[in-house]
């Protein structure tokens, strides 16, 4: 199983960013795909979680109202529209998906077990 992003980059603040995660090679779908991210100096967070069969979505409250987590074109592919940017956003943001497991908290990097590389997201005040 493979787990790619794409998007990413710098911004200004205020700005806007779409992050695209694709998963290939299970021979079923994910029973859920998020992002997460990581600062410098900080822990892993979760910002955004999804479960594609049922279209639910999850967000950490600091992201609340600016991003949206959205599928595309099937199960396996999904986006993080990100919004009015602040410089704390910047991070390493990491797309990750749970694959036959069953799921307690979205938003907790310990219930994934498939990882992207990761994509950096800078934003400059």
């Known amino acids: 199983v493979q787990v790619v992003e794409s998007g990413g980059g710098s911004v200004h603040a205020e700005g806007s960013l779409r992050l695209s995660c694709t998963v290939s090679g299970a021979s079923y779908g994910s029973n859920y795909m998020a992002w997460f991210r990581q600062g410098s100096g900080n822990e892993r967070e979760g910002v955004a979680a999804?479960?594609?069969?049922?279209?639910?979505?999850y967000y950490t409250d600091y992201v609340k109202g600016r991003f949206t987590i959205s599928q595309d074109n099937g199960k396996n592919t999904v986006s993080l529209h990100m919004n009015r940017l602040r410089h704390e956003d910047t991070a390493m943001y990491y797309c990750?998906?749970?694959?036959?497991?069953?799921?307690?908290?979205?938003?907790?990097?310990?219930?994934?077990?498939?990882w992207g590389k990761g994509t950096q997201v800078t934003v400059t005040s």
């Open positions: 990750a998906a749970v694959l036959g497991i069953a799921t307690l908290n979205p938003l907790d990097q310990y219930e994934y077990n498939y």
């Open positions: 999804i479960e594609p069969s049922f279209g639910r979505t």
